[in-house]
């Protein structure tokens, strides 16, 4: 009884509001077999102590950070594309779904929420020479806005964005080359002109 507080201790103690199974078990000391901590988590399910999301996913409570949530499902993954656009201003639809680079395209609706995950290519995501426009915000990644719209342009061929000024053009050059795509390039060149004579 006094492991099964203390996994719970540590969970609430934690930064994370969202935690997949494995991590469960890794906060919990990993001194138990995977067929009794699913006996626990279950217990604290019952109780009401840990909210589940999805299978193996779980959150503190109904609070949890849907960013967060967004980089758990698949991992590895980062908040881009729309999500992070309409909140720089680059774009000025917003959306209701949060958006999602990761390694397989896929949308999954969680408590009203959809997730929608883009799939870019994996010596694209996985990446970890700077600069990668990717920020690490704690519990979840993001991309700047400068990421983001590479990734847009990465995906679309004809993409149309409402103020290209709220990007830092400098940054979107330092970015670009981790793509390796020549078309692409000369379409981000494009919209640099574009930008230029607006």
């Known amino acids: 009884m006094t492991q099964r507080i203390d996994i719970m201790d540590t969970l609430l103690r934690s930064k994370q ?118 920020e690490h915000k704690g519990t979840y990644s993001i991309a700047t806005p400068e990421r983001a719209f590479l990734d847009v342009v990465y995906l679309s061929k004809d993409y149309h964005f409402d103020n290209l000024s709220a990007l830092n053009w400098e940054k979107v050059f330092e970015i670009l080359p981790i793509f390796g795509n020549v078309e692409m390039e000369k379409r981000v060149k494009a919209y640099y002109e574009q930008f230029k004579n607006s």
């Open 17 to 134: 509001s969202v935690f997949t199974f494995k991590e469960v078990n890794l906060l919990g000391g990993g001194v138990v077999s995977p067929a009794l901590l699913r006996r626990r988590v279950s217990y604290y399910v019952q109780k009401g102590q840990l909210y589940p999301l999805r299978r193996g996913i779980y959150a503190k409570d109904k609070k949890y950070d849907k960013f967060e949530l967004a980089n758990r499902i698949y991992t590895p993954s980062y908040i881009s594309f729309e999500t992070v656009l309409s909140r720089a201003g680059v774009i000025f639809q917003s959306y209701g779904q949060i958006f999602i680079a990761s390694y397989l395209t896929r949308e999954l609706k969680i408590d009203d929420q959809i997730y929608s995950y883009r799939k870019i290519k994996d010596d694209i995501l996985m990446r970890t020479q700077p600069p990668t426009g990717i």
